[in-house]
């Protein structure tokens, strides 16, 4: 049922011969791709009974789509089309019929991709994780268990207990080829163990996580011990009451607060939507200068990593924020092309087809970050960082962040529900009680009030996200944070 | 296959038609048939569940190719079953809750249901599809110069999944959808953007974008209407928030999302049994089997809910995705928390009736337990009457994004619009303003109930790993309440 990327490549630039020798036909562009997204899902309840491990499931896409520049008396018609499961000469055929059929004038189509540059990435994918067996998968998240248990029973706690989560792993494999001149192709594999656990009758629940490019360097266990450890060591919060606090968000709210507000408002298409707090910002200071923002796919063993977009575009560097300054805004070739200035251009490094984590052939090429970078001007430890609140919030998790009035309002709320702590003295006092406050904040107030940047990041990821963030922690001052859920206590 | 247990095998067709545009300018459009197949299998000495999916190719639709990669399908999810009930047992000793997995009974069932429309989804030329999405995103942006951006897409089309177990049912469903979304953005010179996203769809054929639809408006009627609320937005003043609850009316558009997220989410079985915990989150009704709100008062005794897939909406269907026959399930009676919506392994848990709210968002994802057509019950008041009530407060009028607690105890919910209530007429009208409650209290503060009743589209309820995305119906009637206000603080 696999496909390599010989067959992928003999396939694409089979579709391009093919194409070129179709009437009317300016330009086209083939894509293909294979990929398998493998999900064990982590299940266990002490006090119901339960599987421990759910159920392990994958699913499976291939196929073939097209993009194709048709001459027109109008000027230029684009056209998609593609076919499932098929990328042979028929699978060819069938979706340049849709393509054809499918031509529209779309006045800010302008071109096609060129080519950019060459890929800095090279055979970065996991040659044991693209053959993985269905007992190893099975093992693996027995492993992610394995570690939450064994941490709680040495701290001697057996029931109440929850372990959830996942591991998940991505195989994938996709060619692209052009009339301009693209010819190129990408693997890569990525493994994420994502545990959440709960001393329930505690009312304490702990993250750990755990992320590799390769089986070898891939701990599940620790995800699992991670989130026992955290869970137990937050046993005995405190609620707080409703106020303005300096707060410092943990890793997980960093990514959480860039995934869901801050790099959807740094993307082209919330331009074209005029949904953005950034429209028509470029070049101005809209954030603290301690702040620094980009994205790279291309950072070696980074799960985020890719060696080209699904544009056949090397990935690299796009400066988002520098220093607090607005420097760029994440482009697909579209949108790029659309947007184009005397004043500004954008290289389209982040044009990807991806669904729930895989390059698809069913998707256009959108925009989707790859790793996200968060930085600070001068990077001090997570300890100082207390020191720099010195009264104040610890939040290590957070949950349901949304713009909660429209992104280009930069409004959002979300509830603290894990690893959290209150701040005195530059040190922790005590754990915070999960799941009694909820955030009520803007971004662009968020990021014009840092005033400092940890130098210790890991790469973060969040449930129904595409992107990774090698988060830091950071200090936030005067954070509206609100008292809730009174009736549970 | 040795121990094997038991196995289901869905099998899906997608036949869909879509295009969309903005601002009058073409952006795509496609015609397209997605066939698919998933394949749960229970299988081991302890018992466990393995799993496997995949898309087909045109070509493999013929019968002999299909038969292989069927089997090949099925030998791996009884692979991962097997090795998953192995480990199971390995792991017993270290982990005494670790069950076998017992499906609660329900009689096989064999049947046919066909989609219902007045206008075939497949008699409709795609290119016509995209001339409306043209003409309406071009007639929405040329409303006023502040609409910045005019955004609408459409889709219909027919989806049908056969679904056969090893108990011996066979039932072969079908559905037609039809949907259009918009969204729109206006925004005065300087101003702050205003943002409209909404839908208007149904399970029915092309005929509920000429107006058989919940608004009872066709497509560019209701577009133009979303326009000009937008642009109205644009000069109304920001609502101040509260630090103490307030009167609040709640329109039935405003509710299909608050019953959504404080009353669908946390009586969904398998949320409530711990299995989203570290996802979409738990349920603050069941705490353990022994310590949970079941039989207890959670809401005013004036409210009632449930969920019935036998009505016309989003979450309409006659079996789920298990083959159980789908049924009414009253979630809240009198205020009384009463049922769970369940799929078969959770019934066996619980050792509840299963009731058949089992689905996937397609063959290729594994069924989850989901919200069918989520209501609050109309009770008897008239919305004017409601409003006319309330001497000093506001009235919430349709829903725009949630937040919501980790196991449902709290919400913040944004409004398209909020008016001030004075001395029960209808004043002023404000912009990015919401409410905000614990979800218990907002439900005991309920005082008054309308008799208007209305089911909307919610298509964009997102749950499971990885996530699904799933249609239900969500609604209710007008209510009354006590929330604290969110928008500008001062």
């Known amino acids: 049922m696999m496909i390599d990327t010989g067959t992928l490549r003999t396939s694409v630039r089979n579709g391009i011969e093919f194409i070129k020798k179709q009437k009317d036909v300016i330009d086209a562009e083939v894509f293909a791709s294979w990929n398998e997204h493998i999900t064990v899902r982590v299940n266990y309840t002490s006090d119901i009974p339960c599987n421990g491990i759910h159920e392990p499931k994958s699913t499976q896409g291939c196929g073939i789509a097209l993009r194709v520049v048709f001459e027109s008396g109008k000027g230029i018609k684009v056209g998609l089309g593609n076919s499932a499961n098929d990328i042979t000469q028929r699978g060819i055929i069938d979706a340049f019929s849709k393509a054809k059929r499918n031509k529209i004038y779309d006045p800010d189509f302008l071109s096609l991709p060129v080519p950019i540059g060459e890929p800095v990435l090279k055979n970065y994918h996991d040659p044991e994780a693209m053959e993985i067996d269905d007992e190893t998968i099975v093992r693996l998240g027995w492993q992610g268990l394995k570690g939450a248990l064994e941490e709680y029973h040495q701290n001697r706690f057996s029931t109440s207990i929850i372990a959830g989560g996942d591991i998940t792993i991505i195989r994938e494999r996709m060619a692209i080829a052009s009339t301009k001149g693209i010819d190129n192709f990408d693997e890569s594999t990525i493994l994420t163990a994502n545990i959440t656990s709960m001393v329930e009758r505690e009312n304490v629940k702990g993250s750990g996580w755990n992320t590799s490019t390769h089986i070898s360097r891939f701990r599940p266990e620790d995800a699992g011990r991670e989130s026992a450890e955290s869970a137990i060591k937050t046993i005995g919060g405190e609620r707080i009451s409703s106020g303005t606090y300096d707060v410092v968000f943990g890793r997980q709210p960093v990514a959480d607060l860039c995934a869901n507000i801050l790099i959807p408002a740094l993307s082209l298409s919330a331009v074209n939507a005029s949904d953005t707090p950034f429209l028509g910002k470029l070049g101005q200071k809209v954030a603290s200068e301690a702040l620094t923002v980009y994205d790279d796919g291309a950072i070696k063993g980074a799960i985020g990593s890719k060696k080209i977009s699904c544009e056949g575009i090397p990935t690299g560097k796009t400066s988002l924020i520098h220093q607090g300054f607005l420097t760029g805004f994440l482009a697909n070739h579209y949108l790029a092309k659309k947007f184009d200035s005397r004043i500004a251009s954008f290289i389209p490094r982040n044009g990807f087809r991806f669904e729930k984590g895989k390059r698809s052939y069913t998707q256009q090429p959108g925009i989707f970050p790859t790793n996200i970078v968060i930085e600070g001007k001068e990077e001090i430890s997570s300890r100082s960082l207390l020191s720099e609140i010195n009264h104040g919030i610890y939040i290590g998790r957070i949950w349901y962040t949304y713009p909660i009035n429209g992104l280009a309002a930069g409004d959002f709320t979300s509830t603290i529900i894990a690893d959290s702590y209150v701040v005195k003295g530059g040190g922790i006092a005590h754990p915070l009680r999960p799941n009694t406050v909820r955030i009520n904040s803007n971004i662009m107030d968020i990021i014009k009030n840092i005033i400092a940047i940890s130098n210790d990041k890991r790469q973060t990821i969040l449930w129904g996200n595409e992107e990774v963030v090698l988060a830091p922690e950071i200090a936030v001052q005067g954070v509206q944070l609100d008292s809730i859920s009174g009736f549970i206590a | ?490």
């Open chain 2, 1 to 490: 296959m040795k121990n094997c247990r038991y196995a289901d095998v869905r099998l899906g067709i997608h036949e869909v038609k879509y295009a969309h545009a903005e601002n009058g300018k073409a952006k795509g459009m496609d015609e397209d048939t997605a066939l698919s197949f998933g394949i749960r299998m229970l299988a081991g000495e302890m018992c466990a569940w393995g799993f496997y999916s995949q898309s087909i190719g045109g070509s493999e639709a013929r019968p002999k190719s299909f038969g292989e990669i069927l089997t090949l399908g099925v030998q791996k999810a009884y692979a991962r079953a097997i090795a998953n009930a192995h480990k199971k047992a390995e792991f017993k000793p270290f982990a005494p809750s670790l069950t076998e997995v017992t499906l609660a009974r329900v009689d096989p069932c064999r049947d046919i249901i066909n989609s219902v429309f007045d206008e075939d989804p497949r008699a409709v030329p795609v290119k016509d599809i995209l001339a409306l999405c043209i003409k309406i995103s071009g007639s929405m942006h040329s409303i006023g110069k502040d609409v910045r951006y005019a955004f609408l897409q459409v889709q219909t089309g027919i989806h049908r999944e056969v679904f056969c177990s090893s108990e011996g049912a066979c039932i072969d469903q079908a559905h037609a959808l039809t949907q259009g979304t918009l969204t729109v953005v206006a925004q005065k010179a300087g101003g702050v953007p205003e943002v409209c996203h909404d839908y208007l769809g149904d399970l029915r054929g092309w005929e509920v974008l000429q107006g058989k639809n919940i608004y009872r408006q066709p497509l560019a009627e209701f577009a133009g209407m979303r326009t000009h609320e937008t642009l109205e937005l644009t000069g109304a003043e920001f609502l101040p928030a509260t630090n103490e609850p307030v009167v609040v009316v709640t329109n039935p558009h405003f509710n299909a999302l608050l019953v959504h997220e404080i009353i669908g989410h946390p009586t969904e079985a398998d949320r409530a049994l711990k299995l989203e915990t570290a996802y979409a989150g738990r349920s603050w009704l069941l705490r353990d089997l022994q310590n949970n709100e079941l039989g207890k008062q959670i809401a005013s005794p004036l409210l009632n809910a449930y969920s019935d897939p036998s009505m016309n909406g989003y979450g309409h269907y006659k079996y789920d995705a298990e083959g159980t026959p789908a049924k009414r399930v009253n979630l809240i009676e009198n205020g009384i928390c009463k049922e769970f919506m369940n799929g078969r392994e959770q019934a066996a848990i619980l050792q509840h009736p299963p009731n058949g709210s089992m689905r996937a968002t397609d063959p290729h994802s594994v069924p989850l337990v989901r919200m069918t057509n989520t209501v609050f019950a109309k009770g008897d008041k008239s919305p004017a009457e409601i409003i006319a009530e309330v001497k000093d407060g506001y009235f919430i009028v349709n829903h725009r994004i949630p937040s919501i607690s980790e196991s449902r105890e709290n919400f913040r919910i944004s409004a398209q619009k909020v008016y001030k209530v004075e001395s029960g007429k209808i004043t002023k009208l404000y912009r990015q303003g919401g409410i905000t409650a614990d979800s218990k209290d907002f439900l005991m503060n309920i005082d008054a109930v309308g008799n208007d009743f209305s089911v909307f589209p919610i298509p964009n309820c997102g749950k499971g790993q990885p996530m699904q995305i799933m249609r239900v119906g969500n609604g209710g009637p007008t209510l009354r309440s006590r929330a604290k206000l969110t928008g500008l603080r001062t």
